[in-house]
């Protein structure tokens, strides 16, 4: 991904202006709870923000009970998109993100997202990114391959080194015949 696109994906703190339409349209679906459901997407939505940073992507909202999730990039195990009817004709998504915790959804849902296919490429990216970074070892520069040779060479140098010292004791000593 070239320095544009990420500058542009790490530049992205609010959903686009378009989520709070489709919050109106989804909360007028049933007219008589339409003040009690726009009332809280009204809040969700004025007090979403995402921050993408070099250790991972942050999502908080809410204004009495306030909430915040971050996510690691190297936990990321995978990047879903899901967008309904509605959210397709206003020209959005949701991107899902989910790790190996267990749960059936995802960990972190990033809403009202237009440019939702860069977010996406984005985060794979940056997935593989923390993967490949990490070390395979303690050693700086050694894979696990090379650590788990020199540890079976070591184990041989000190097996033949018992052996050695163990062979002459071993040894019974000669019969004495009468």
């Known amino acids: 991904m070239h320095d544009a696109s990420f500058e542009t994906i790490r530049r992205i703190e ?4 378009r989520l709070f339409t489709y919050y109106l349209l989804a909360a007028l679906i049933v007219p008589p709870l339409f003040p009690f459901l726009i009332l809280p997407l009204y809040f969700r939505y004025h007090t979403m923000r995402y921050r993408f ?11 009495l009970f306030r909430r915040e999730i971050v996510l690691n990039y190297a936990r990321i195990q995978d990047i879903n998109l899901r967008a309904n009817l509605l ?8 991107v899902e993100l989910q790790t ?14 237009s440019g939702f296919e860069a977010v996406r490429d984005f985060l794979y990216d940056r ?12 050693r700086a520069g050694a894979s696990a391959a090379d650590e788990l040779a020199a540890v ?4 041989a140098v000190e097996l033949r080194a018992l052996h050695a010292a ?12 009468e």
């Open 152 to 155: 079976l060479r070591e184990v």
């Open 166 to 177: 163990l062979a002459p004791a071993a040894a019974p000593p000669p019969a004495a015949h």
């Open 87 to 94: 959210e397709r004709w206003l020209g959005l998504a949701r």
């Open 100 to 113: 190996a915790a267990g749960s059936a959804g995802a960990e972190m849902t990033l809403e009202g997202l």
């Open 127 to 138: 997935m593989r990114g923390a993967r490949e970074s990490r070390p395979a070892t303690g």
């Open 53 to 63: 940073d070099a250790d991972g992507v942050t999502m908080r909202w809410g204004v």
């Open 14 to 17: 609010r959903p686009d202006p």
